[in-house]
C-alpha cells in the first residue's frame, strides 16, 4: 500500500474500515474511484456528507428519516393499533419490501448480547413500552432475527410486555419458500416438521 | 431500497457503482457509513475528492503519483538503464512490493483486447517507443498479466520492439511457489513442465 501516492493511501485506509472490504478490496475501489468520472466521485463524496447531515432516527419509531416523524408513522392508511419490532432499519426495510405488514414499526437499534455487553437499556425497549402504553396498540409482532441474540430479544421482550393488554406474537419460523432442505439446518428442519399444517 | 431516505438510497445508488458491490452490499455500506463517527465520515468524503484532485499521471511511466514525474522516475540509486512494462498501477505497486525490480517502470494502461475495441492507439504504447528511443533503454521486461490480453499484448510490443536494440524479456510462467499442483490449470503446468530446469 505505501507504494501508493499519499493520497490513495488514505483513502485505501479509509475504505478499508468498512464492513467486509480488506485491503485488497480498498484497493480496487480506490482506483476505481480515482478512474472514474468527477462528477461521480463529487456525487459519492457529497451523498457521504449528505447522509450524516440529513438522516435522523424518527423520534417514534426510531427508524432512518430525513423528516421527523417519518412518513410511515405519519402515513394514516396504516394499521396505527400494530407495531412491529425489528432489530435494525435494514429490518424494516426488508419488511416493507416484503409488503407483509401494513401497521407501524419499532427499531430497536440491537439485540440483547450479555457477550458483548448489551443489556435492555442500550436498545430502544424504553421507548417501546412508552408506546404501548400511550398508544392505542392492540398488538406488537416481534420480528428480531431467529438467531440466538435475536430469540433472547424476543423472549426479554414478551417477558417484558406481558402485562400489558396488547396481543403478543412472533414471526414464524420454517423452510425459507424456494428453500432446499439439504441444505437447512437441523434445527429448521425440526422446527418445520414441529409446525406442519394440514393441507 | 425505495424504503430507505432519499439521501440514503442516493448514497446507495453510488456505492454500487463500485466494482463487485452490489445493492445489497451497497446498502450495508451505507448504513455503516451512517452509523460511523463524523471525522470518519467526513475524512472518507474529503480523501475521495483528494485522490481525484492530486493525482496525476507521471508524464514519464504514466504511474500514479502526486508530484510530476513520480518517485520511482526520480529515484537516481534505481537502474535507468531497464524498463519493465505492466498493465496498470496496481501491477506497478504489486511488483514494487515483492522489492524484484529495481529499474524503472511503463504502465499501459490496458492491454490489447480486440473485442472490447481497445487497441494500440488507446495504450501508452507510442510512448513506450518514445522512451526507448531517447532514453538509454538496455532492457525491456513485459510484465503484463499471463492472460489472453496480457499474453496478446507481450507479443505485440515483442514484434513492435524488435527494430529496437533492446534486450526484450517476458517474466517466467510456471507453478506459483507455495502452489498445490492439483488446484492448477493444465496450460500452467504444461508450460511449467516444459520449462522444467535442473537442480
Redesign the interface.
Known amino acids: ?1 505505501e ?6 493511501v ?2 485505501i485506509k ?2 478499508s ?5 480488506g485491503e485488497k ?1 480498498a ?8 478512474r ?1 468520472s ?1 462528477e ?13 447531515e ?2 435522523r432516527f424518527c423520534s417514534k419509531c426510531f427508524g ?3 423528516t421527523d416523524p417519518c412518513k410511515i408513522c405519519l402515513n394514516m392508511s396504516r394499521d396505527h393499533t400494530m407495531l412491529c419490532v425489528v432489530e ?3 429490518d ?2 426488508a419488511l ?2 416484503s409488503g407483509a405488514f401494513k401497521g407501524l414499526y419499532h427499531v430497536l437499534h440491537g439485540a440483547l448480547s450479555p457477550m458483548s455487553g448489551i443489556g435492555p437499556d442500550a436498545l430502544r425497549i424504553r421507548e417501546l413500552i412508552e408506546r404501548i402504553k400511550t398508544d392505542e396498540i392492540k398488538e406488537v409482532a416481534l420480528a428480531t432475527n431467529t438467531n440466538v441474540e435475536g430469540e433472547a430479544t424476543a423472549s426479554y421482550l414478551a417477558q417484558v410486555l406481558k402485562g400489558y393488554p396488547v396481543r403478543i406474537t412472533r414471526i414464524a419460523t420454517g423452510v425459507p419458500v424456494g428453500g432446499d432442505l439439504k441444505y437447512l439446518d437441523e434445527i429448521t428442519l425440526r422446527r418445520a416438521m414441529e409446525r406442519r399444517e394440514s393441507i
Chains 1, 2 share one sequence.
Open positions: 500500500m507504494f501508493y501516492p499519499q493520497s490513495l488514505s483513502l479509509h475504505l474500515k468498512l464492513p467486509g472490504i478490496t484497493a480496487r475501489l480506490a482506483l476505481h474511484i480515482l472514474s468527477d461521480d466521485a463529487k456525487a459519492l463524496s457529497r451523498n457521504i456528507l449528505e447522509v450524516k440529513k438522516i432512518l428519516c430525513e435494525q432499519p435494514n424494516l426495510v416493507e419490501k
